[in-house]
């Protein structure tokens, strides 16, 4: 009888985990002996999902059982595509909440593992069970959302898998961050967002970023479905656009940051959007923005640059245009401060910085019509290079904008006990 068929009977948890560090323990020198190695790890660990595995981190705890052995570590290639199959195929819902964890922690240690998983064209197949696993089984569905963002973060997606999202499953994205969070610990529904931030990004990459290697895909670049979305249906989903302030607000990760930035920018550039967000959400985001800026320091340019190209159209689209203006000083000062008018602690400024500074402080409410010498406003225009409208390579240069997960963004006031911008955050209301 093979061991994968053998009928166990446990006493206790830690006969459980006993046993399956046996199972995995097993030496395996053909790919028969692995398989059946393999399988057996996956009937057994599932066999006792009700009397011994309760919790995320019990799962965690059994993947890791497998690729901290030996089993794995001797045969990490073959191992990982035998589980990649296995997450094509699999239909039981605990030998899927074990493989997609496998797969998981596997590929954020070796990303190797996540650009396997696009190869193998399992893009669509995590997407179908993210849009149906849900109600049936809590668990998997949170391992298969993290894997489909994981698996979408690190790589820019084929043509054929941006095609094959569609409004039915951005719709249901959406839709979730409406609803109340089944999780206490987690009241914006952080993951979710997190998807749709990054299909935003990949929409924009596929649409201005040159491929990193071979020739340009032919024909037009896929719908964004996110933008398309909110463009139809943005009155719907408000509570999506309150929660990417306030994690914008709280984020500290720099690729987050960017992320949500890179999808502020096309919705404050895009006419069906312009007014997207309630009025008081955008007095917040000013001041975050302003906030975010002043507390960059010198090497952190690109961030800067995209906080900047964000906050012109964010000024001269929404409708903070409209009376009364907000904080108008306070920007000024800002910009004035950005332009190296009046800084003592700012090194010499980069002209990409002048030139966007000098286009946020035209807006013609941020400017006034009574332009003096002494105003703010006219000593930061005296510095333009003379062109005030939107850059036509500033998409290009907030999609290709990118940082690796776990790169924090550095701040002049960490440690001093402020934020060092001297501004209120708006209240809601």
């Known amino acids: 009888m093979d061991d994968f068929d053998v009928a166990y009977s446990l006493e206790n948890e830690q006969?459980?985990?006993?046993?399956?560090?046996?199972?995995?323990?097993?030496?395996?020198?053909?790919?028969?002996?692995?398989?059946?190695?393999?399988?057996?790890?996956?009937?057994?660990?599932?066999?006792?999902?009700?009397e011994y595995i309760h919790t995320e981190y019990d799962w965690a705890k059994c993947a890791f059982k497998l690729l901290e052995s030996s089993l794995f570590l001797k045969h990490r290639s073959y191992v990982r595509r035998r589980m990649i199959g296995r997450l094509r195929k699999e239909t039981s819902n605990p030998k899927l909440r074990l493989i997609a964890n496998i797969l998981l922690f596997d590929g954020r240690q070796n990303q190797k593992t996540f650009e396997l998983m696009q190869e193998e064209g399992l893009f669509?197949?995590?997407?179908?069970?993210?849009?149906?696993?849900?109600?049936?089984?809590?668990?998997?569905?949170?391992?298969?959302?993290?894997?489909?963002?994981e698996m979408s973060r690190v790589q820019r997606l084929r043509r054929e898998d941006l095609e094959a999202i569609d409004d039915e499953f951005i719709g249901y994205l959406f839709q979730l961050v409406e609803e109340d969070p089944d999780d206490s610990n987690d009241p914006y529904h952080y993951p979710i967002i997190r998807m749709l931030l990054v299909l935003n990004e990949q929409y924009m990459v596929s649409a201005h970023a040159p491929p990193v290697n071979g020739p340009p895909q032919g024909g037009d670049a896929p719908?964004?479905?996110?933008?398309?979305?909110?463009?139809?249906?943005g009155s719907t989903y408000k509570t999506f656009g309150e929660n990417i302030i306030l994690l914008l607000n709280r984020e500290s990760e720099t690729c987050l940051q960017l992320l949500i930035l890179k999808l502020l920018y096309l919705l404050f550039t895009t006419s069906a959007t312009y007014e997207y967000f309630y009025t008081n959400d955008l007095r917040v985001l000013v001041d975050v923005v302003v906030r975010n800026l002043l507390d960059l320091p010198d090497e952190s340019a690109p961030l800067r640059h995209t906080y900047l190209r964000v906050l012109y159209p964010l000024l001269e689209h929404t409708q903070l245009r409209h009376p009364p203006h907000y904080k108008r000083d306070e920007l000024l000062k800002?910009?004035?401060?950005?332009?190296?008018?009046?800084?003592?602690?700012?090194?010499?400024?980069?002209q990409t910085t002048v030139r966007l500074v000098a286009r946020c402080a035209n807006v013609g409410w941020v400017r006034t019509e009574n332009v003096h010498p002494e105003n703010p406003a006219a000593r930061i225009l005296g510095m333009s290079l003379g062109h005030h409208g939107q850059s036509s390579v500033s998409v290009m240069e907030v999609a290709q904008q990118s940082e690796k997960p776990g790169v924090y963004t550095p701040s002049r006031s960490r440690g001093m006990g402020g934020d060092g911008s001297g501004m209120e955050i708006a209240g809601k209301g």
């Not at 669509?124 to 963002?149: F, Q, S, T």
């Not at 719908?223 to 249906?233: A, D, G, P, R, S």
């Open 124 to 149: 669509p197949r995590l997407m179908d069970m993210v849009l149906g696993k849900k109600d049936e089984d809590r668990i998997l569905w949170g391992v298969v959302l993290d894997l489909l963002y």
């Open 223 to 233: 719908t964004n479905k996110v933008i398309k979305i909110l463009c139809y249906y």
């Open 334 to 350: 800002c910009l004035e401060c950005l332009s190296g008018v009046r800084s003592n602690h700012f090194q010499p400024v980069d």
């Open 15 to 50: 006969q459980f985990w006993d046993e399956l560090d046996e199972i995995v323990s097993t030496h395996c020198e053909t790919q028969n002996l692995i398989d059946g190695a393999l399988k057996s790890y996956l009937t057994f660990t599932s066999s006792f999902t009700d």
